[in-house]
Nanobody, 127 residues
């Protein structure tokens, strides 16, 4: 079972940037294909915002973050990153990373396909 630990959250003013990281431990890197970042705003459902396949070339983004966020992973495939630029107050929420065995395209944003989850890191964007 993969263990995922997020870091890098914090408070920032609108227009600022943050870089989130998700460290994976206790797993064989070849098992998981899709890695994802979800965001959960207070009182709302968890929403998928960015995903990447193990090949590193296949990425998916929610419309709300396209052009502002970039998902990436290190060459060893054990650390996932999310570079967040031009942050908006609506980006506020708890950010979670997750891993899935399959390589998902249409279903990348469905939390039910992910088997490993981190505890989350809080991002707060003030206006």
């Amino acid at each position: 079972q993969v263990q995922l630990v997020e870091s890098g959250g914090g408070s920032v003013q609108a227009g600022g940037s943050l870089r989130l990281s998700c460290a994976a431990a206790g797993y064989t890197s070849s098992i998981y294909c899709t890695m994802v970042w979800f965001r959960q705003a207070p009182g709302k459902e968890r929403v998928g915002i960015a995903a990447i396949w193990r090949d590193g070339d296949t990425t998916y983004y929610a419309d709300s973050v396209k052009g502002r966020f970039t998902i990436s992973q290190d060459s060893a495939k054990v650390t996932l990153h999310l570079q967040m630029n031009s942050l908006k107050p609506e980006d506020t929420g708890m950010y979670y990373c997750a891993a899935a065995y399959g390589c998902y395209s249409r279903s990348w944003s469905k939390h039910s396909v992910y088997t490993g989850w981190g505890q989350g890191t809080q991002v707060t964007v003030s206006s």
